[in-house]
């Protein structure tokens, strides 16, 4: 294990067994139906005036809360470079906390971005909101993919900013990275869009957030510098993605294949936690 690595301790989310799954329990169905009506990006200019405000709402308030309950450290900010944003641009990450994407926000203002989302997320109770911060549904219906990957192509083609949770589902504060779904390499070759790899690493929390706050670990989001995905194919693609995010997770040895195939937990291996 690398000096520079922590690894929070004591852990008691309750890890499903395939590694893509959510533990997350939903508590609403609004009843939205994502096929091939639904507008998975809405440029109506109702919308878009309520995204105006939520982005105030977060400069002003929900941003510097970060440092509160994240203990958000953002590095490596020089690799955003003014010709990163000439063109559409992916994003992508480890998923490790409730509010990692208003990290990848914050780090990536003033650009605007968007993410593809669990589609139940958007059905619940705090659906509009995260539409509101550019929550796209990843449908189920296979009525809804055409769709779903026109807004997603046109996104990127009118240089849009596109992130990525290739592990596929949130655990909090999970040590290693699991395997990627093939999403992420897919749109970038249609689409021929290079892809940014961040990492979210740990770093030990002070005794006042640890004890009062209750919080495992601070966290630091690393951003690497882009893929140039040209001359690769898909599967190298992924591979490069997976690796470069363990890179910046500081995960020198990590357990699982970078591929997602029905992957599963893999017990035992935060023994090194005790």
């Known amino acids: 294990m690398r000096k520079d690595r922590y690894i929070p301790k004591n852990l008691k989310y309750p890890y499903p067994i395939d590694t ?6 939903i508590k609403m169905d609004r009843g939205f139906i994502f096929d091939e009506n639904y507008p998975y990006i809405d440029n109506s200019k109702a919308f878009k005036r309520k995204q105006l405000f939520v982005r105030f709402l977060l400069n002003l308030i929900v941003f510097p809360l970060t440092r509160i309950k994240m203990g958000l450290k953002i590095i490596g900010k020089e690799n955003l470079t003014k010709d990163l944003f000439n063109d559409g641009l ?6 490790i906390h409730m509010w990692d994407y208003i990290a990848i926000m914050k780090a ?8 593809l989302v669990w589609d139940k997320n958007v059905n619940d109770k705090d659906g509009n909101l995260v539409r509101l911060v ?11 993919t055409k769709a ?32 990627f779904k093939s999403g992420c390499a897919t749109i970038a070759m249609k689409n021929k869009k290079n892809i940014l790899p961040i990492g979210f690493s740990y770093r030990k ?8 706050m209750h919080q495992y670990a601070a966290i630091t989001l690393n ?10 194919t898909r599967d190298e693609v992924l591979k490069e993605c997976h690796n470069k995010v363990c890179e910046l997770s500081f995960i020198d040895n990590n357990p699982y294949d970078y591929n997602y195939n029905n992957s599963k937990r893999i017990d035992g291996i935060l023994d090194e936690n005790k």
């Open 134 to 144: 550019g929550g796209i549904p990843i449908p189920k219906k296979l009525s809804g």
């Open 205 to 212: 929390p002070s005794w006042f957030r640890k004890h009062i």
């Open 20 to 25: 893509a799954e959510h533990y997350l329990k």
């Open 90 to 95: 992916i994003l992508v990450s480890n998923h």
């Open 148 to 179: 779903y990957f026109k807004a997603i192509n046109d996104l990127l083609n009118n240089k849009g900013i596109l992130h990525i949770y290739a592990e596929g589902s949130m655990w909090e504060y999970y040590p290693y990275i699991r395997p």
């Open 223 to 232: 951003i690497g510098k882009v893929i140039d995905i040209n001359e690769l």
């Open 108 to 115: 990536l203002k003033p650009h605007h971005t968007n993410v």
